[in-house]
């Protein structure tokens, strides 16, 4: 951003620009404004990362015309989250090249590009409900160019379920550990690797469970070091965090 | 109290005792007034097991009176929790026969009995803070005639530590699980263990662990079966639910 | 355990296997595969125990396939729990031996074992809005070869309900006391009985039972000696502590 | 009231005192200033009872100050709850018919009237930590003109203390029910009496006690009828309901 | 209780009831057990009341059943609170006296008593959203003998609407104030009223309301003397105990 | 309300009118009653603004019959709060002069004014979800007179998004800012603006949001001077208040 | 600011500074470093108000440093909020212009300006216990120079305490509402006034008032327009905001 | 590991250990016993990094005696944390190279080394009461190989002080964002920046901030990906997790 600074003080200077003009460029947005959503172009330059779009209350109708705009600015591949089955449907109409992951609710539009991470991402979750948001987490990390090793159902009161996929845990370079009911997933596997933990804690259980607020708490208290949470059944946010982790240079 | 009953009216019928009596008997509550607090004497004789004092919030005049009162009906052993070591100094003055228990606060006035057991109780802890609330358990599991084994400093972000204790979890008769911060060790524990658990929250911990509230909730939503939890801090309860499963018959 | 590994060390010290092989066994998990759930075989052997699959966010499909995958290691019988009616009858297609409880939403499969336990438990329940959680908890327990006696709508708003029954509790090897709304009996049974007492908070009430949150803290909160507590409506957990407990020996 | 505004309407009318009299008569307020307190002098004239001064963060000199204001208007008795023992020496020094009650931590200056209530007011505890509550609520009951019976230390682990004084509760005009812990008090003793129960939770416990937060929200669902609940550590709210109740006609 | 007590002990001394007889008698539960509910017949003599069957998650089958098996005990009138239309329609085909309140969701079989408390109960809210719980409070009270004065929608943010009523508040018995959002009205009226004020939260509101907590935190803590609160949306609470209240003597 | 009272008793002293009369005038209050709703016609005098039916939890039936109430007092326009579309077309059938806003769900009757404010009300959002609560707080503004500035989808963690805006909000003369989630919006705006500035936490988010607690903590505690807070979702209350602060003279 | 940029530009293309310059200026923070804080002379000219310290965490000797620094800028007057005694002497030493408030706990350095708002700010308080808080409100609207009217003990338990003072509140600019336990005097005012009220919840009460926080829900639910909501006891945060509205132009 | 086992595995079948031996190898748990706390020589293998000691609650002679055992195994260096300056101390007097940091409450024994990480470790702060939070997290950085930029007092309320740091955030591989009150630093943080964002709420602030729950309830749902969460004040997590994170390879 300096050099753009200079650059533009040094046209002024040199009367390439008019002050007016100038000062415009300082102020003019970096975003196309759709009327219902702004576009964010620079962040994909800013960041050499997939834009991202939250599907969550949002028409068919807006997403289309987001993924049109993205895609005119040759932005790929775009990543929709906490997308319905019947949105999908609808947009793949638009754009054909949507592929949709079911479990994970994320539709990609585009070409998913080869791993290029410095190891694997691991995903592991306490349960088989938990998987929906592990799914949301590994195929962000996928999308964004991470090879991701599943260990689904390892949940700690089972340790001999955990314990044979020692070595997987050992040469990750990134885990993340989804639990729900007392997560405790996350101190075990924190205790066990070498490598960040990024703690993902899910509304599975029922009861005191509180809709994820017992994992949630559960996780911040890890007595393991090396730990750190993202919001309750924010699989993306674990994926886009463990990606930014592994592509570490 | 049926048979009771039974006699009662057979001496009613009989006319031994008149109606008035026989209904100033049904009435006539089984314990002392010693004006500050009704000490139940017919519990000892109903449940067998030692008389317990809560010390906090008595002075210690009143618990030497409680004391001489039991006495008196010739209770023994008495258990005295939540006792300050200068309480216990101005106890002992008045009754040379009690011992006191620094760590776990505990005094106990008369002979601590043989274990007569099932079996053992393990009392483990997840680190060194936790000792104090373990120390409850285990002196309160003793004074009712208990073999207890103690594993302290086993917490599950080292489960290296955990793991050469296997044997001893797997031949234990009862599991006394006891753990601040992210309280995880109840359900590890759980998952290893053939026996009931009893999990003990304690409020070790900080930030986030809110008093406790985090162990407390994680224990609640324990993915392994056969774990059930107890009060906050609350050492004694889980050694008094522990020394009932381990004299089963 | 211990014999095993010291049973394979001797194979390997006789040449019996390859060390690869000894390797491999010692990693090779106790468990199948099923791509969906990894089903734990080692546990029936470990605990002794009927297997439990928790019905809630599987399924039928999933469910027939589990069952399957554990009849042919003959595991029987097997507990299926939070299980609707819906459900139960496609899985009773495939599986003709299956037999459903609707009131306490469990399915089992295979030969229920006769009572074996050292005495009766008892369950009992404040209101009858509670009694689904306490079917839960009786079938379980039947299932796992106890004999059950069950004290519905005993709450202590009517002493006199409860008091009738003072024997049964007096008698009973193990109690599940089971509430909603303020949770009281855990504490008023606690007092009355001679033997542990597994408290079940429900979701019975409305406004400040915040779903069961002030039954919860109520009975955690248990001025009665010898009361340990399970999560909100869990009804599995307290039979299945209920089935350890009474099979102490 | 509504004879006063007519009283000073037909004033008015009759020119027996001007527009702006009546104007400033209908603006001007029954109470005193001090500067630190506006004294309330038309409340002990419609509600008809003692004053009251809340001592907590008030200094001995304006409550000295306040009773003297109170005396001069010839309000008697006068009430002051949360009174040190500190600060009731030195108002004692300035007023001499003050009587201090050091459980209750509550002070009367002037006569305590005769009872004169319906019937009794009975306050019951589940403990002995609770008294200090509970003598607030006598205290106030007694200086309002009520009859009051104690029953402390009857909780409900141990119904057999509360049994025996069946007939008291039964023939209580108003009870109030004083808890911590659990609170399950107000439930069982709500169920036994015919008639109105105020309960009253206390801060008594720790751990998942959350400060009277368990018993407040037990209390609040009691599944009795005919019991109303006032805030945590309360006497004071409860003897001054009580009294009303006592003294309907 | 006594007099019941001291004739069968007459009786047993006079032989005129065998000791087994009597035995029977003292345990023989004051109930009629329908299987899916214990109906209690003892109370509506203990208490000289209406009886109540609390109808959510009661099936009108359960309903007409129990209706029978008390009228058959020549209990009425019967009040049948959160009915909803759909079931009081079937409910009314086998009991024709069924008289339904839509608003107050309360079903009244047989005669509504005349009114014969000491005085008016008085039941205002704060809003229009709160008259369903002010109608049960309402009727309730009705049911039980009580004339009822309402005042509804004078909540304190227009402080002009409550002013004209103000001699309906001096002059009532009880009053009964209803309100949820910030639920200041218990704190007006009780700083108006010469009564006891039973305060009830309701569930109106959004955001920062949570469902009731805001006002039921705000009552418990009114700064007015003689007020008193129950659960979140208990009206039925509220008119219970307004009309024990109202027919003190 | 000086003047009144001074004109009726000028009037009493004349003997215009008589006592009677007089004593009615002052109680006679200042609304008309429908039956379901007090409407309230002094408030438009007193504050000089438009009227405000809540529309929530109203049947269209009962808004017709307010709305024609205030007709025939000539209040205008009235502005009628969460309203659904389903009931807007019902009243738009009596009242055609509705003007129905389905963003905002708000439905006006009756001629918007011309803005006359001090300047522009600026409204601006975090997200596109929280759109609705905008248009709540902007429609509401604009019915009272004040020109809006919307800025929408400006959240921080895009600051390039918001600070092309910089100059729109330094010469608001009261900004709202709208935002779920983590709600740091308000801080970064109340931290460059130079006027008052109203923050609505909204409901928006998932997990540990929870329904908006997190955003309403969260601008509780703005580090930024001159932030305050109204209820989550409550964006009539933000434009009420805007309205009122942009009016100031 | 516009200015600031376009001056700054013009310059630049003159050649009356250096491009490299120009960068700096831009980049050059408006503020100076005194190691342990950050010191913002532009907020004074961006806002035009006094400047700041929060006291709270500062040592004295940091304080007079900081006071240093702004004297050195002419800054004048300086406030300082949450200042001890003890501190605010020994500042004094350094600083003789210093007044101390030590009910508010503020320190002025520098002279209090003349009051030059649109009207007066009205700060009322439930009870005297939150004098403390209304001083700190009061103190801070003076200090940036406005009329305040303190209305002290006016709470809602009492109407005829707040009544006669109708007339202030009537024809105040601004009112500021502060009250701790229940919180309702900001919805008994914000029905009264016609100006905006801001609402400040204190930490004042016991058990369920929970630190202020059933103040801090009942105010963000006022049933009153026009209110908003500051920190609990934040009476600065509230005095700043009345003075942005008293001066709005 | 597995290279261990297969090693102990080829010493067993080459007969140059015993089976026995070979047993007692893989139980031989990797820790000394010092009685009071299991001190964990492996982990510094296992994770390469230096080993920490939590200072909190530990006497300084059980340090003292922890930190011998450690350095007779050659640990170095030695960092204790919540170490008080008290107990620092002693500890130097038994070993003289320990170096304190008094802001951090940290102790190190031993040589720091050389910054080796991939890039800066930027710790940033919302306000200057941040800083001791921040200096537990910068002096772990240090310690374990890291350099570290800080950057204090930069809170959002101020953009004007964050935005001259542009260039730093921008150019960081990690970044620790500490705050307490609305805690919207971590989202503004992470909106900018490029690299992963730890968040440390922490315990600043007064009345909602409730203890640091805001703050961490804010950045848990930050809209800003690449942020994740520690405990609240836990500078030591936040340390150690940036070190794992700026040594990726």
Redesign the interface.
């Known amino acids: 951003?300096?050099t753009e600074?200079?650059e533009l003080?040094?046209k002024?200077?040199n009367?390439e620009i008019s002050?007016e003009e100038?000062?415009l460029i300082?102020?003019?947005?970096?975003?196309e404004d759709l009327g219902?959503?702004?576009v964010?172009f620079?962040?994909n330059l800013?960041?050499?990362e997939p834009e991202?779009i939250y599907g969550?209350?949002?028409t068919a109708e807006q997403m289309i015309g987001i993924v049109e705009a993205m895609k005119q600015r040759r932005v790929s591949p775009i990543l929709i989250t906490r997308l319905s089955e019947e949105k999908a449907k609808l947009i793949a109409e638009a754009h054909e090249d949507l592929t949709f992951f079911s479990h994970a609710k994320i539709g990609v539009v585009g070409e998913v590009p080869e791993p290029d991470g410095?190891g694997s991402v691991v995903v592991c979750t306490?349960?088989?409900?938990d998987i929906p948001v592990a799914e949301e987490a590994a195929i962000t990390a996928e999308v964004y160019g991470n090879r991701v090793e599943r260990l689904y159902?390892?949940?700690?009161?089972?340790?001999?379920?955990l314990l044979?996929h020692?070595?997987t845990i050992?040469q990750a370079?990134v885990i993340i550990a989804i639990a729900g009911?007392?997560?405790?997933l996350?101190?075990?596997v924190?205790?066990?690797a070498?490598?960040?933990v990024?703690a993902v804690?899910t509304?599975?259980?029922?009861?005191?469970?509180?809709?994820?607020?017992?994992?949630?708490?559960?996780?911040?208290?890890?007595?393991?070091?090396?730990?750190?949470?993202?919001?309750?059944?924010?699989g993306?946010?674990?994926g886009?965090?463990a990606n930014?982790?592994?592509h570490?240079?």
Chains 1, 2, 3, 4, 5, 6, 7, 8 share one sequence.
């Open positions: 951003m300096k600074i200079r003080l040094e002024v200077r009367q002050v100038a000062e300082l102020k003019k947005a970096p975003f219902y959503a702004k964010d620079h962040r800013r960041q050499g991202v969550a209350g949002k410095l306490g349960g088989t409900s159902d390892v949940g700690v009161a089972g340790l001999h379920r044979p020692l070595e050992m370079k009911m007392e997560g405790a996350a101190s075990v924190g205790g066990m070498d490598c960040p990024i804690p509304s599975v259980g029922y009861g005191a469970a509180f809709d994820g607020l017992a994992a949630l708490l559960s996780m911040m208290n890890s007595c393991a070091s090396g730990v750190s949470v993202v919001n309750i059944d924010n993306f946010g674990a886009y965090m930014m982790i592994n570490m240079s």
